[in-house]
């Protein structure tokens, strides 16, 4: 983060009160975390549901901050002390305000990615064609949030021409509050699926929600959406501004073909790449490529770029173990991302095929329903094996108990049938490991 700004322009952009003794005192970082600050850095002190950074005040002086911006309600400024001041209203508020303005007076472009399965990896594949063509920022990990896209943006350096950024959402309204801050010259939108349901109840406001970003486009930009998707086809017609659409489908301005090999065609002219992917990852790099063409990046190195991408660790990763193929999706859950898996898992020729299954978080009321079709997908794929963990799991376990064909087991937690689990890897076959991100099922693998 190299902001280079006076205590005074921030103030101002924030819209808080300075408490400085040198207005003038230019500022190049900010950090939220007390345990972190170095001499010279601001310190945002964030509020909490539980916590209230402003506690932590204390030590961040004692470690030299230049700067804190903090909520003026009920605080007093200590007297005796160096550090200047910015009161604010909302110290959230306040650091997004900070990003936007860094964000509006940059020269990059900017996509930003939403969507309730893929954004991340459509993330780092945009984010591998961009850097062929010139200097690229992107969000590091999942900072996707109201707190993280804020510090992704900040991150921009002049020397950056294109910057790539994923938007999370878990509740309605968080697309529009981060998109506002990217502000995207193209925005896309992966798919609308059943994610998040105990906190969007249903897939129509998944689809409101998701379109959000739409809204906050730059001027003249262009929104990039899944054709194959049957809530985003609406955009065809529902949507005025400039559009792009990929996907299987025929009509898809950026159609992929059914080939061993990422083949689509564009404009009446086809495109092969050296590369072969799953379905799901074909549509994301369909998505990645199709933002490239949104940005102006010629085609040339949208193909070096998707052919030197590398998967993210814990989705879909591949790897082998004690003559076991393994099939490693624990970053998250939910129930299109858990029947691609076991599609996958299904296709395999390496058996008996193992599903280590764990719970698909936060779909509230709809939980029972969507683990109970876990079973049936389980089957469907011809699992000789499941090891299942959660309370949520425990509807899958139900129809599975006393359905042929396959050896069920059930527990609590991993730790009760893992001496099973190892048991039945000493055959070999694959093995595909899948949970939500809490339920940390990466560490069954450390163990067999």
């Given at each position: 983060m190299k902001l280079n700004l006076s205590l005074k322009k921030i103030a101002e952009i924030m819209k808080g009160r300075l408490v400085a003794a040198a207005p003038e005192t230019k500022i190049t970082s900010f950090v939220t975390d007390s345990r972190v600050v170095s001499k010279g850095d601001g310190f945002i002190a964030l509020k909490g549901c539980k916590h209230d950074a402003r506690a932590f005040i204390p030590q961040v002086i004692e470690k030299g901050a230049a700067v804190v911006v903090a909520e003026e309600q009920g605080f007093k400024v200590p007297k005796g002390t160096d550090t200047a001041f910015i009161l604010v209203e909302d110290p959230l508020r306040a650091l997004q305000a900070l990003a936007k303005y860094h964000r509006i007076n940059s020269t990059l472009k900017v996509a930003a990615i939403t969507g309730s399965n893929g954004k991340s990896t459509t993330k780092q594949m945009l984010r591998a064609i961009c850097s062929t063509a010139g200097e690229t920022v992107a969000n590091v990990g999942n900072l996707n949030n109201q707190f993280g896209v804020p510090f992704s943006l900040l991150e921009i350096q002049p020397k950056h021409q294109y910057g790539v950024f994923e938007l999370g959402a878990s509740h309605p309204g968080d697309i529009a509050e981060t998109a506002a801050l990217a502000v995207p010259d193209v925005a896309v939108i992966t798919n609308v699926g059943p994610s998040h349901l105990e906190f969007f109840h249903d897939l129509e406001t998944v689809y409101k929600t998701k379109t959000e970003i739409a809204q906050h486009l730059n001027f003249g930009g262009t929104l990039v959406y899944n054709a194959d998707d049957e809530y985003l086809a609406?955009?065809?017609?529902?949507?005025?501004?400039?559009?792009?659409?990929?996907?299987?489908?025929?009509?898809?301005?950026?159609?992929?073909?059914?080939?061993?090999?990422?083949?689509?065609?564009?404009?009446?002219?086809?495109?092969?790449?050296?590369?072969?992917?799953?379905?799901?990852?074909?549509?994301?790099?369909?998505?990645?490529?199709?933002?490239?063409i949104a940005l102006g990046i010629y085609m040339d190195n949208i193909k070096q770029g998707l052919q030197s991408f590398t998967p993210m660790p814990m989705r879909m990763e591949r790897l082998e173990k004690n003559g076991v193929h393994f099939i490693l999706d624990c970053y998250n859950a939910n129930p299109a991302s858990m029947q691609n898996a076991l599609e996958i898992l299904g296709r395999e020729k390496n058996t008996p095929r193992v599903a280590v299954l764990g719970d698909m978080k936060e779909l509230g009321n709809t939980s029972k329903n969507y683990h109970r079709l876990v079973a049936r997908q389980i089957q469907d794929n011809r699992v000789e094996f499941a090891f299942l963990a959660g309370p949520e799991m425990k509807y899958t376990y139900e129809i599975l108990r006393t359905a042929p064909g396959i050896t069920v087991h059930y527990a609590a937690t991993p730790a009760e049938w893992l001496p099973a689990l190892k048991t039945a890897l000493k055959k070999g076959g694959t093995c595909l490991i899948k949970a939500s991100r809490s339920m940390n099922f990466e560490n069954i693998l450390k163990e067999i």
């Amino acid at each position: 983060m190299k902001l280079n700004l006076s205590l005074k322009k921030i103030a101002e952009i924030m819209k808080g009160r300075l408490v400085a003794a040198a207005p003038e005192t230019k500022i190049t970082s900010f950090v939220t975390d007390s345990r972190v600050v170095s001499k010279g850095d601001g310190f945002i002190a964030l509020k909490g549901c539980k916590h209230d950074a402003r506690a932590f005040i204390p030590q961040v002086i004692e470690k030299g901050a230049a700067v804190v911006v903090a909520e003026e309600q009920g605080f007093k400024v200590p007297k005796g002390t160096d550090t200047a001041f910015i009161l604010v209203e909302d110290p959230l508020r306040a650091l997004q305000a900070l990003a936007k303005y860094h964000r509006i007076n940059s020269t990059l472009k900017v996509a930003a990615i939403t969507g309730s399965n893929g954004k991340s990896t459509t993330k780092q594949m945009l984010r591998a064609i961009c850097s062929t063509a010139g200097e690229t920022v992107a969000n590091v990990g999942n900072l996707n949030n109201q707190f993280g896209v804020p510090f992704s943006l900040l991150e921009i350096q002049p020397k950056h021409q294109y910057g790539v950024f994923e938007l999370g959402a878990s509740h309605p309204g968080d697309i529009a509050e981060t998109a506002a801050l990217a502000v995207p010259d193209v925005a896309v939108i992966t798919n609308v699926g059943p994610s998040h349901l105990e906190f969007f109840h249903d897939l129509e406001t998944v689809y409101k929600t998701k379109t959000e970003i739409a809204q906050h486009l730059n001027f003249g930009g262009t929104l990039v959406y899944n054709a194959d998707d049957e809530y985003l086809a609406r955009l065809k017609t529902d949507f005025k501004g400039k559009s792009l659409s990929f996907g299987f489908k025929p009509g898809a301005d950026v159609q992929i073909l059914e080939t061993e090999k990422l083949t689509f065609t564009y404009k009446g002219q086809a495109y092969m790449f050296d590369i072969q992917l799953e379905r799901h990852d074909k549509l994301n790099a369909a998505a990645a490529a199709t933002a490239a063409i949104a940005l102006g990046i010629y085609m040339d190195n949208i193909k070096q770029g998707l052919q030197s991408f590398t998967p993210m660790p814990m989705r879909m990763e591949r790897l082998e173990k004690n003559g076991v193929h393994f099939i490693l999706d624990c970053y998250n859950a939910n129930p299109a991302s858990m029947q691609n898996a076991l599609e996958i898992l299904g296709r395999e020729k390496n058996t008996p095929r193992v599903a280590v299954l764990g719970d698909m978080k936060e779909l509230g009321n709809t939980s029972k329903n969507y683990h109970r079709l876990v079973a049936r997908q389980i089957q469907d794929n011809r699992v000789e094996f499941a090891f299942l963990a959660g309370p949520e799991m425990k509807y899958t376990y139900e129809i599975l108990r006393t359905a042929p064909g396959i050896t069920v087991h059930y527990a609590a937690t991993p730790a009760e049938w893992l001496p099973a689990l190892k048991t039945a890897l000493k055959k070999g076959g694959t093995c595909l490991i899948k949970a939500s991100r809490s339920m940390n099922f990466e560490n069954i693998l450390k163990e067999i």
